[in-house]
T-cell receptor, first 114, second 111 residues
Framework: GAVVSQHPSRVICKSGTSVKIECRSLDFQATTMFWYRQFPKQSLMLMATSNEGSKATYEQGVEKDKFLINHASLTLSTLTVTSAHPEDSSFYIC??????????FGQGTRLTVV | GEDVEQSLFLSVREGDSSVINCTYTDSSSTYLYWYKQEPGAGLQLLTYIFSNMDMKQDQRLTVLLNKKDKHLSLRIADTQTGDSAIYFCAESMNAGNMLTFGGGTRLMVKP
């Protein structure tokens, strides 16, 4: 099946710094990618929908200036957590939709802000 | 808004069948999915069903959909220890839309 590569898988950063997470579709083109966040023992919550070549659509309550999403090509979307704080520590997962509409998920990134 | 609910925990013995249940509220849900999440990993699509289907079987997995009651279930036959994971059901209105997830059911398989 299609592969979505998410990098890094784990990152620890200091409070106040920024972290970039990459999501790549390796063998298909994804005009739409989604970013989810998962708190411990909770479900995945959609943060934003990323469309290639246009601005991302953010869900209510998600700060667009804090979680910068760039979808510059059909195979790459990035999520940058700016000025990270300990409450941003979470598991972030991207998914990419192929032409048939099936969603493939990345491995996830565990962010720890200290 | 849409709401998807699952029970939190299920424990079964190896070799038994597991049934994980899910309810949803959005009657316009067209696609319903089951994902598996192993510790520290991303989500793996197990199977999906269109809303115009009642049942779908794929090897050890059987999905049942009761559209009238908005109830979805996943049955795993001959459950193995490797099936221990968190199982998420999810729904979307169409193939291009974002997914709404349930809270996940942690399946524990005892030897």
């Amino acid at each position: 099946g299609a592969v979505v590569s998410q990098h890094p898988s784990r990152v620890i950063c200091k409070s106040g710094t920024s972290v970039k997470i990459e999501c790549r579709s390796l063998d298909f083109q994804a005009t739409t990618m989604f970013w989810y966040r998962q708190f411990p023992k909770q479900s995945l919550m959609l943060m934003a929908t990323s469309n290639e070549g246009s601005k991302a659509t953010y869900e209510q309550g998600v700060e667009k200036d804090k979680f910068l999403i760039n979808h510059a090509s059909l195979t790459l979307s990035t999520l940058t957590v700016t000025s990270a704080h300990p409450e941003d520590s979470s598991f972030y997962i991207c998914s990419a939709r192929d032409q048939q509409g099936e969603a493939f998920f990345g491995q996830g990134t565990r962010l720890t802000v200290v | 808004g849409e709401d998807v609910e699952q029970s939190l925990f299920l424990s079964v013995r190896e070799g038994d069948s597991s049934v994980i249940n899910c309810t949803y509220t959005d009657s316009s849900s067209t696609y319903l999915y089951w994902y598996k999440q192993e510790p520290g990993a991303g989500l793996q699509l197990l199977t999906y069903i269109f809303s115009n289907m009642d049942m779908k079987q794929d090897q050890r997995l059987t999905v049942l959909l009761n559209k009238k009651d908005k109830h979805l279930s996943l049955r795993i036959a001959d459950t193995q220890t490797g099936d221990s994971a968190i199982y998420f059901c999810a729904e979307s209105m169409n193939a291009g839309n974002m997914l709404t997830f349930g809270g996940g059911t942690r399946l524990m398989v005892k030897p």
